[in-house]
């Protein structure tokens, strides 16, 4: 092996040579790079030896901590075996075996797995699924080719994820790529568009799917959702009832509903999915973040029996799914899938998550009394505090105030990994974080919040807003 350049000659490379995602390379281009060499447990460790609070998870994906004994020891047992053979008509046994354990823990009535890499090819997945199951099996109560799906909504970065999807600030250049969807306002009780309040509301905000699903349900082939909490909109919740709801009205209907469990998924919200919160089974479920632990690419689509049966005939009818990637049901990824799995059972990970949940809440809770949090959004051991200009007013620090940012530049300088979105700060730690780490991550979250300068607040005095 060759020696490791410096630090100092990686950062100049990474600068020279490297585009990365979401990100101003302006700005980059200017900063310091941090460099990850290496992780243990719940850190991260630069190339300069320097220790870092893991507080998104890399990204909402590490379930377990890094260098995990027991997922890195799957792997290298795999890779004595093979890297990689192709799905395509072959089969292998740790995809084959996953898929055995995944349905065992799916939500029940999901029944089959379908491979892919990511969550946004997972989510694709289920749309073209949706659609071809429509034309082939109910060939008459259509043309059923399009999609319902609330407003903020993040379904991954690809075409029709965009489609799908409605965050402004991402999507709104490529308009002329997209497929036509039907959308609605998504429940938001912090800045209830309704102006009411749960749960004396009766959820209103459902009143439009209802008319929406009764309506036009002859040309909709799904409704999509991220269950229980709309992640990349900045932790916006659902209100207990409101995913059963859609379900009923769904399924009344005669429209699939599409959860999205691509960030919930995998004890992130303190059930093993989501959709266990309200009982509720899907027709078609998108996998992908956490299911290897957070070790490698790996995606799936749950479906149906009744909807994989709409794909079945004689090869000359044509019904077959015509999609599949290069590295569909990679064997590393689904051997440490495997062994994540183990592990949530041989550690009792769920079962030993409602404490640490629990401490959570208690440590989120004193940050609504300063002065710049506005509202505090958590799930399970995902959460969003909001910062806001003014309390009363709910008025957002603007875009280009940077105010996450800026907090997260100090979380940062104070050893904590951080990626706000927007006004948002969300923290999302592996789920065997420590309570010991889990009150470090608040502490210093805390501690950041406080030094946002608070007279850059036109409501607080001097009025330059930066
Ligand atoms: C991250 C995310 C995706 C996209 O997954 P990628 O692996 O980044 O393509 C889709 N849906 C939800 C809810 C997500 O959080």
Redesign the pocket.
Known sequence: MTRQPSTRQLKDWDRRYLWHPFTQMQEWEQEDPLIIERGKGSYLIDTEGRKYLDGTSS??VNLHGHRHPVLDRAIKQQLDKIAHSTFLGLSNPPAIELARELIRIAPKGLTRVFYSD??????EIALKMAVQYWQQRHPDAGPKNTFLHLKLA?????IG?VSVGNIELFHARFKPLLFPTVEVEPPHCYRCPLKLAYPSCDMACTEPIEDILQNRHRELAGLII?PIMQ??AGMIPQPLGYLKRLRELCTRSNVLLIA?????GFGRTGKMFACEHEGVTPDLM?I??GLTGGYM?L?ATFTTDEIYQGFLGRYDEFKTFFHGHSFTGNPLGCSVALASLHVFRHEKTLARLSSRIKLFSRLLAPLAALPQVGDIRQRGLMAGVELVMDKTTKSPYPLSAKAGHRVAAIARSKGLILRPIGNVLVLVPPLSISKEDLKTMVEILKESIETLDIDSCPTHGTHNNR
């Open positions: 990204i909402w990511n969550g946004s090819t997972a989510v993040y379904h991954g970065d690809t994820a991220e992640a990349a999205d469990e691509v960030a919930t998108a992908s973040k690419p995606a």
